[in-house]
């Protein structure tokens, strides 16, 4: 499998893996001894991104991923974030510097290594200056037990100032055919300070899929119950946009979900989408996306299909939304 660069150096497949609903968010979790299976059976496939969090869970992806990976440690990019607090009786978004530190020394202790090979701020904390954010994790480099400094869902000025302290080699934000606020500003900064950039959620929490229908009802522990862009009235509405993806699909015979995601990549040769799965099957699919080449009148057709549909629905309820930065 070809790879990709994110930042200078950082050399990864060109799609990775998001891990977090492996331990929530879409349902039931299967069985730790299937996902370590699985992921195992990512690397063997040839992902060699792989995307977690200490928040998910809380710890316990971490912990999953850590064991699956250890045999394969030395042949993949492990990706983790902090910046919840998730202490008892804690809540909220939370960068203090001894807070970054404790919460490395933990994910190193899960993830059963000596170093974390791309480190995210998951939300901008607005009551700790970002320089203060990348300060700390810059000591963190120069000690060995990082590799590279990552933001996730922050905005221009965030990330300018961020990396005037120390280099950002990525950003990890919501991007698809589904959501394209990131153009605006954010891609721009990105290729103006050589920032690769990594989509989360590329399938639209799998609506781009096309396995999502108006009837579609989603369970106890699917957090597309709770989003606004899923309740019935705006799904309703945001299916347009599938219907268009899936007939373009169907004329390429690709899926949709490869589609979409062969859309991503064609964007920028740094963009490294992390689409998430807990099957083999799925996997395999998406990793399909790499070898579908668009022509430029094939992406010029998604785009406009797109263009056509707006979204309707927030991406999140309104208390998570207002952890977005946009400055």
């Known amino acids: 499998m070809a790879t990709r660069t994110l930042g200078s150096t950082l050399t990864v497949s060109p799609l990775g893996l998001g891990c977090m609903g492996i331990s929530q968010s879409f349902g039931p979790s299967p069985e730790r001894p299937e996902m ?9 496939n040839g992902v060699t991104f792989f995307d977690t969090a200490e928040v998910y869970g809380p710890f316990a992806n971490e912990d999953v991923v850590g064991e699956a990976l250890e045999p394969v440690r ?17 809540h909220g978004v939370t960068s203090r510097p001894e807070r970054i530190r404790a919460a490395v020394e933990g994910s190193l202790r899960r993830l059963r290594t000596d170093h974390i090979d791309l480190l995210y701020q998951h939300r901008v904390d607005p009551d700790v200056p970002i320089e203060d954010v990348a300060g700390t994790v810059k000591e963190l480099i120069e000690a060995g037990t990082v590799r590279h400094f990552g933001l996730s869902e922050a905005g221009p000025t965030t990330i300018r100032n961020a990396h005037a302290v120390q280099p950002v080699t990525a950003l990890q934000s919501e991007y698809s ?14 290729a103006e300070l050589g920032i690769g950039f990594v989509p989360f959620s590329p399938l639209g929490r799998g609506i781009l ?32 946009l599938v219907g268009r993806v899936t007939a373009i699909a169907d004329r390429l015979g690709a899926t949709p979900g490869q589609v979409a995601l062969a859309w991503l990549l064609a964007q920028q040769p740094w963009i490294v989408p992390i689409p998430g799965t807990r099957r083999l099957t799925r996997l395999r699919e998406n990793l399909g996306a790499a070898d579908l080449a668009l ?31 946009r400055s």
Not at 36 to 44: E, S, T
Not at 74 to 90: R, S, Y
Not at 299 to 323: I, N
């Open 74 to 90: 030395d042949q993949v990019v492990i990706a983790t974030k902090f910046g919840f607090a998730l202490g008892e009786g804690e």
């Open 295 to 325: 022509t430029a009148d094939d992406l010029a057709d998604l785009t406009e299909a797109s263009d056509s549909v707006v979204v309707q629905g927030d991406r999140y309820p309104t208390a998570m939304q207002a952890m977005i930065d």
């Open 177 to 190: 055919l589904f959501w394209r606020e990131p153009e605006e500003s954010v891609l721009p900064t990105l």
């Open 209 to 240: 899929t096309g396995q999502v229908t108006a009837g579609s009802t989603f369970g106890e522990g699917d957090i597309r119950a709770t989003l606004p862009r899923f309740a019935p009235d705006a799904l309703a509405h945001n299916l347009e």
């Open 36 to 44: 370590i299976a699985f992921l195992r059976d990512a690397v063997d």
